[in-house]
């Protein structure tokens, strides 16, 4: 029994500890710096709808969506009004598979087009663990008032293929298009799919 009581507090204070953000909760505030030099925070966003996309640049699930330009265009979309920001996150700690600086950063926001309202820098996971990210992506969308309405993954194809873009269903863009109607978000957990955030 002191075992498994010690083994269990270990585990609860591991330093990958993730928190668990449900559905309906209001969305934790954070604040990062950005690859524009800026730092944003959550609550300057309040009074409009923020999906939160976690990223990484070399992650094979990511570039089905970045090179196939599906990601540049459901960001434009979601965010052209100004009723929606959009903030990429990269939580990839220094050292590993997807780390960015600032400058890095920078290039990777021009060189993919990306048009979102920010990318965003969590190097030492901070807020990666804060909302539980799993995956790369790893897609949380904040209504009006500032609850979380959907989590999980961007679409039903679990594939780094781009064929699999072809006649998927994206629940971001359903959620997005439920919250504009003021209707509830039918799907609004599912399970991410992708690799894994490098902490």
């Given amino acids: 029994m002191i075992r498994l009581a010690l083994l269990v507090a270990a585990?609860?204070?591991?330093p990958f500890a993730h928190?668990?953000?449900k559905n309906g909760d209001a969305a934790p505030e954070f604040s990062l710096a950005a690859a524009d030099g800026k730092s944003y925070k959550l609550s300057q966003f309040k009074g409009k709808t923020v999906v939160l996309e976690w990223f990484n640049k070399d992650c094979p699930y990511v570039h089905k969506f970045y090179d196939s330009k599906t990601m540049q265009k459901l960001q434009e979309e979601a965010t052209k009004g100004g009723k929606v920001a959009w903030l990429t996150i990269t939580s990839s700690a220094d050292g590993k598979e997807g780390h960015l600086t600032t400058a890095e950063a920078k290039k990777v926001f021009e060189d993919k087009g990306m048009k979102?309202?920010?990318l965003l820098l969590d190097p030492k996971g901070v807020v990666g663990k804060l909302y539980a990210a799993k995956t790369t992506p790893h897609m949380f969308i904040i209504d009006e008032a500032g609850k979380v309405?959907?989590?999980?993954?961007i679409d039903d194809k679990?594939?780094?293929s781009?064929?699999?873009?072809e006649g998927a269903t994206n629940y971001v863009t359903e959620a997005l298009a439920a919250i504009a109607k003021k209707?509830?978000?039918k799907t609004a957990s599912t399970t991410p799919y992708g690799c894994s955030v490098k902490y």
């Fill in 183 to 185: 209707e509830p978000v």
């Fill in 116 to 118: 979102n309202t920010a």
């Fill in 149 to 153: 309405v959907y989590q999980g993954a």
């Fill in 158 to 160: 679990p594939s780094a």
């Fill in 11 to 14: 585990l609860a204070s591991a």
């Fill in 162 to 165: 781009v064929k699999t873009l």
């Fill in 19 to 21: 928190a668990t953000v």
